[in-house]
């Protein structure tokens, strides 16, 4: 079939077709004040998709650590297990999710601190704070209570790749005086257990640079 | 059954007519295979790889579901929407899936396989058509990446249409009279296609132009009296442009006002930028012909992968290539006695020259897409590769059959590349994550949000709604008003960052400063979710 004959054959109706699907429907969509479509749209939940679960609020409930623990310190405080993505990038940042449970009302106010450990025991990384982002004292925690405290430990981009330890720990603001560590666990200093895994420090990633059309 | 005797066959069409019909063959039989080749790769890549091809499902899903009828892109009203209605065909025909989606580009991309078989054929004889159609089959990365994504407006639908054009333009130069009544409807044909071809993407523009000035070129002595065949050529654009006319003039002829924003020197973050500054011209030389020609995957210059993952002796043989084909080019058109008529490879380098030139206009300052934008430079290197061989090479077989073989060595390690990375972003695990946690409102990162809303079939709905969720983005990703006013009505909204971006660490110091709490989920090793706010979150900017 010639070349001109194939596309007279192919478009007229292509362009024929889009034009009628186009004009059935009767009125140009809607803009928005940014000058978006928006077509027939209906807005409610049950357009997209199978019907919407009704908010059960699910994600609120603290699901089961990944590596679970019974580290128990003074004042009644558990740590029961903790989060960790083991491999990391330097220049980003690792997520440390513990799951603190208290026996009992604690009797003070303790900040948690999250130390990362080079083969020498010197500090390289650290997050320090009050559990949850400072939105969760202990003063205020009931018993039998699970906690899911998350902190972020920045990880400078000249850190050398490789496996560090990592210890964790509670302690008074004023005094700077640890909780006591009741459980037998390898430790480095006082009070501090070490977590079971390792983080795996691995080199840095490019950043990407995304963008559109 | 009646047969021909070897006398008959004087009656067959003879000439190019006959090698004509003949090209046609091979060329077919080389596109079906790829796009079989195609379709398994695309049901391999999943799911949807970026939030441009996700928008083309989603939209097509409204086109389908909600009786939505776009005339563009969302949020890019210059780009046209016929793309996402025949996806909305296939949804119908074979249900809501990443491999659906890619049907359509994969349609497109057969018939450019197709033309630049027939078009090889026409430049440099039937051994080059066979050639173009397989290095076309099997593209440079920018080919194989932007053709076979479904990108709603570009890529696959850019190349066919373009290439249509050139097939067009040969065709109606080709006519050793005056144009009359036997060539309306193919002049009708160009009319609709140009046309219809600006709609879906103005970059198309660049074949048009080589197309006009190779007609010109060929046909200037006849001018005057082909004018009225123009004139109905000229009455068909309209017509193709038909939904972007329509659009336009209800809506103040925004298209346009994109294109002189664009032209107009305020594109660039920087401000205006002059015609060619120093910056421009190594963006282009250093990562826009390097990705269009082939020695580098556009992809990998936006991630920044280093150079030792293109294959280093290739590279720079691929640039010497075709900077020898252009030379050659050059020399043969100043050698000819007729050097005032075209000649159908002119066709291809001026494409090529008109796809650089084009730059020269443009607001886009270093910090903007170019890669993409030399796709129409990148689809006509088969049909170059194959002249300048056949040109050079023709008698040494071994010699061309290499020369052939080391283009396609480069192009399939770039397509083994893509398909053994497999996507972006392990966008189902996240929904079936989500959906665990009940968490069906989301406010993501744009390469992450829209894939989000096809892979989960919009049973969760995420945008980019929010202010700067997507730290890195250089504009504004919100393309879908609907989601966004889904999301401020949502009473639980989640927060997706990549793990690897800045953003996620930036969220949890302003939440802290807010005092907000949270929890925080490591999510298939390339998410944070962060989800169960004590307070609204909405307000914390990032």
Known sequence: MHLAALLWRLFLPLTAIFGLLVSLPGPLPALNAAGVPLGQVILSSSRFGQPL?????????????????????????????????????????AVLNLYWQAGAPPSADYKVFVHVLDAERKVIAQDDGYPVNGASHTLGWQAGQVVRDAHFIDLEPDLAPGSYQIEVGLYQEGSGKRLGLLTEMPTVSPDAPLLPDPIQLLPPVARPKWTSH | MTTLSRADTSALPSGPARIASANWRAPLFIAACALLVRLLADVVVDPVASGDEAITGLM??????????????YGQDYLGSFESYVTAGFFALFGFSTAVLRLTPLLFFSGYVLLNGWLGGRLAGPRAGVAAAVLAALGTPLIQYQAHMAFGGSGAELLF??????????????????????????????????????????????YTLAAALYVAGRRWRRLIGDLPAYALGALGLPLGFAPALLWNAQNGWRSFAFLSFILGGSGSAAGGEPLLTSAKLAIIMGEGLVAALGARNDWDLWLAVPWETALPLLSGALVFFYALALGVWLASRLRQAAWRRSQPADLVALVAVLNLLAFLPLSFGPEGPIVRYLLPLSGVLPLAAVWFLEKTLARR???????????????????????????????????????????????????IAYPLDFASQE????????????????IDMDRYQAYTELLENAQDPAFVFDRRLAAGRIFAQRLA????????????????VFHCFSANPRGVAI
């Open chain 2, 459 to 474: 049973r969760i709905i995420a945008s980019p709604a929010h202010t700067r969720v997507d730290v890195d983005a250089l």
């Open chain 2, 60 to 73: 097509a899903r409204h086109i389908l579901l909600f009786g939505e009828r776009p005339y563009f892109y």
């Open chain 2, 397 to 447: 077989r071994w010699l061309y059959g290499l020369g052939i073989g080391l283009l396609l060595l480069n192009n399939g390690y770039f397509a083994a590349a893509s398909l053994t990375s497999g996507t972006l972003y392990p966008t189902r695990a996240l929904a079936s994550w989500l959906e665990s946690a009940g968490l069906t409102r989301v406010y993501a990162g744009y390469w």
């Open chain 1, 53 to 93: 679960p009704k908010a059960p609020a699910l994600s609120c409930v603290a699901p089961k650590p990944q590596r679970a623990l019974s580290v128990q310190f003074d004042d009644a405080i558990l740590l029961a297990g903790y989060d960790l993505t083991i491999a990391t990038p330097v220049g980003s940042f």
């Open chain 2, 161 to 206: 249409l373009g290439t249509a054009q050139l097939a067009l333009a040969l065709r109606l130069a080709d006519r050793e009279r005056r144009l009359d009544r036997r060539d309306y409807p193919l002049l009708l044909a160009c009319g609709v296609v140009i046309g219809f071809s600006l709609w879906i993407h103005f970059l198309v523009a660049v």
């Open chain 2, 513 to 528: 400063g807010h005092g907000i709490a949270y929890q925080v989920d490591v999510v298939a090793d390339r998410f944070l």
